[in-house]
């Protein structure tokens, strides 16, 4: 924020970050030209990449599709297994916050689950779901929940008692004290658990693609492995990276409109 | 009886060897209409004690009890004002005082709920501030809106915990006025906790000190028997203020020394430690 402040003044934020990346470019062709001969030029990526970056939303084949057509794909894919990690984790961490019992129950099984790969849950849908669709949307609601859950539970807990007190002394009714006090105060905790969930969902996407080899920007990544384009595979680095950081900007923004001094 | 009655109200937290007490034999009656101030050391249990009267705390022992019944938990009969404002920071001012008119006159109709918050915003002179949330108001605008919430619910008691200790001695002086005002239009009861005597003069019917923690209990009463509205400035001279508020003192002075005197044998807890300095005594938050 106080670097969209100063960027009013001065232009640094543009050409800093210009810089940043030309030099990144030079470093990369220049070790693509020295000791690493297998990794394709800047120029050469470029050259191979073009018509997936200038008709961004064709679709010539199956697995021939512009990127930005296959980057949809994977975003509804995210959208689907992100909306059940939002839908699932926020009550569950509304739970944890207002009971110290089941956060007490629950806690250690969630510290247990946090930290497992999304490689080991895929398998674990597959055998549950049978089908590789399926399974990587369960993939990517397990991996993404947590952050929601906690972040939920740490707002609950971490509500003043002044409110409470406000709540107990008006006598709202339980359902009326979780919508005039609980949830609004809580929302800004959940809503950076909301953005690191979305993170770790589109993190998730390009493992559970490879995986399964469903059409999407991980699949075609993986699929351009095989065919050996390697190209490719730098363009789907570089478009991961991007769609990434614009759907973070995103949260943040929301986030930044939820935010009450 | 009295309209509002505390009888041999007792509490303590902890258990055991850990056990502190806090208030201990609190009695005290308030009449309908009056406005009783309870002044006392900073962390001597005030808040416990308003608590309590609100219905958030219940006693160990004794009863409280508003016009024959008793008390048990927080009613809109007992309008709070809280120390630290205790506004809902997401909602402008308008509306955190329209979520209270809203919960106690549920059965009216929405403007009259509106006209009724707009009546209140107005009282306490925030009729322009009406959109702004809390973050936008000074200290003092924020307590004007607790204010005005708490005297929308239409109490029959108003209840006031140190509702001008966080504020700068000009804005105090404002606020203190306006509270003289507020009370001499709504005749309400209320019982203002403070830990200025000077506030206790200005405002009060009558003056009830409550000592040194710990196991704190309340004092004899000192009748403000003064004509009101009552002039600040006068209060320096006018030897019914002076002799006042040096018997109020005295008596928190000597139920500090005698806290003092007692406690090798009830044990140094830490509260005991600060009512032996009235100077640096901070405030000592309830658990």
Known sequence: ?261 | MAFLELRGVCKSYGQGPEESHVLKGIDLGVEKGEFVAIVGYSGAGKTTLISIIAGLLAPDRGDVTLDGRAIREPGPDRGVVFQNYSLLPWLDVFHNIYLAVDQVFADWSVEKKKEHTRKYVAMVNLTPASQKRPAELSGGMRQRVAVARALAMEPEVLLLDEPLGALDALTRATLQAELARIHQVSKKTVILITNDVDEGLLLADRIVPLGAAPAASLGPSFSVDIERPRDRKAMNHDPRFKALRTGVIEWLVESAAERRRRRPVEGATKAAEMSSNPEMAYEQEVP
């Open chain 1, 1 to 261: 924020m106080s670097n969209a402040k100063s960027g009013a003044r001065n232009p640094d934020w543009l050409y800093l970050p210009l810089l940043g990346g030309v030099a990144i470019v030079i470093g990369w062709a220049l070790v693509s030209s020295s000791v690493a001969e297998s990794l394709p030029s800047p120029l050469r990526t470029w050259q191979i990449s073009k018509p997936y970056i200038l008709a961004p939303f064709e679709k010539r084949g199956e697995l021939d599709q512009g990127i930005l057509r296959f980057t949809w794909y994977s975003l509804i894919r995210v959208a689907k297994g992100y909306s059940l990690a939002i839908v699932v984790g926020t009550p569950i961490g509304f739970f944890l916050g207002v009971s110290t019992l089941f956060a007490k129950s629950f806690d250690p099984i969630i510290q247990i689950l946090r930290p497992v790969s999304p490689l080991a849950w895929l398998p674990l849908g597959l055998v549950l779901f049978g089908k590789p669709e399926p399974a990587g949307i369960f993939t990517i609601a397990m991996c993404s929940m947590w952050p929601t859950v906690l972040n939920t539970a740490l707002g609950v807990r971490s509500i003043p008692q002044d409110y409470l007190n406000v709540a107990k002394v008006l006598r709202l009714s339980r359902g009326k004290t979780l919508v005039k006090v609980l949830l609004p105060a809580a929302l800004p905790y959940m809503f950076t658990g909301f953005r690191l969930s979305l993170g770790i969902a589109w993190l998730v996407i390009v493992a559970a693609e490879m995986l399964t080899g469903a059409p999407g920007v991980g699949g075609f990544l993986w699929q351009e492995y095989n065919a050996l384009i390697y190209e490719h595979i730098i363009l789907c680095i570089i478009t991961i990276g991007f769609v990434g950081f614009l759907l973070d900007r995103l949260m943040s923004g929301l986030e930044a409109r939820l935010k009450i001094a």
